[in-house]
């Protein structure tokens, strides 16, 4: 049990576009997902928390207008990466818990390459 | 910021070796947990420790969540090469939020 599916696995984009990145959670319901980043050979940092029906709370020094969540119901929040530019090449992988103080469970990630 | 360091950075080790690993923090916690990421993937859980002096195996792997409730430790008996990955302690005290240890990265030849 307790699985999150992240979609897609990989992605290839042009400087300048966007790209939007889902996370589900497949057997239970998350009022709340975190969005993680990994830059290679580092750790995971937390870029911000989706809150289920309202506005997502970013870390400091995460910019909200250029990394946009969207959690509109309780199985699915997505992360929208608007004008990505090279620098915003990472693996990004979202996480939720089951309910309660359940350990989160994480995605497989989305490793974006932009070029 | 909250910062949770571990030790060592990376070791190689052979096949069957045992291996320890620990992680330190200047906060007290109530939860440690340790998580392990395959190379393109996302973090599994392996361990969760909620209690201080706490010892938890899980197959081949003891943690320990440490008395002073800044420190865990996480060791691997008999090692194999499947073992192979970078290990993260991860704690979030009381803010739901996860924080992740630098990571300590193990590789393990046959």
């Known amino acids: 049990g307790a699985v999150v599916s992240q979609h897609p696995s990989w992605v290839i984009c042009k400087s300048g576009t966007s790209v939007k990145i889902e996370c589900r959670s497949l057997d239970f319901q998350a009022t709340t997902m975190f969005w993680y980043r990994q830059f290679p050979k580092q750790s995971l940092m937390l870029m911000a928390t989706?809150?289920?029906?309202?506005?997502?709370?970013?870390e400091q020094g995460v910019e909200k207008d250029k990394f946009l969540i969207n959690h509109a119901s309780l199985t699915l929040s997505t992360l929208t990466v608007t004008s990505a530019h090279p620098e915003d090449s990472s693996f990004y992988i979202c996480?939720?818990?089951?309910?309660?103080?359940?350990?989160?469970?994480f995605g497989n990630g989305t490793r974006l390459t932009v070029t | 910021g909250q910062q949770l360091n571990q030790s060592p950075q990376s070791m190689f080790i052979q096949e069957g070796e045992d291996v320890s690993m620990n992680c330190t923090s200047s906060?007290?916690?109530?939860?440690w947990l340790w998580y392990k990421q395959d190379p393109g993937e996302g973090p599994v859980l392996l361990i969760a420790l909620y209690k201080a002096g706490e010892l938890t195996s899980n197959g081949r792997l003891t943690a320990q969540f440490g008395i002073t409730r800044k420190d865990s430790f996480l060791n691997i008996s008999a090692s194999i090469p499947s073992d192979v990955g970078i290990y993260f302690c991860a704690n979030g005290g009381a803010t739901n939020k996860l924080i992740f240890g630098t990571g300590t990265l193990l590789a393990v030849q046959p």
């Open positions: 906060s007290i916690f109530n939860t």
């Open positions: 996480s939720a818990r089951p309910g309660g103080w359940s350990p989160l469970h």
């Open positions: 989706s809150n289920e029906g309202s506005k997502a709370t970013y």
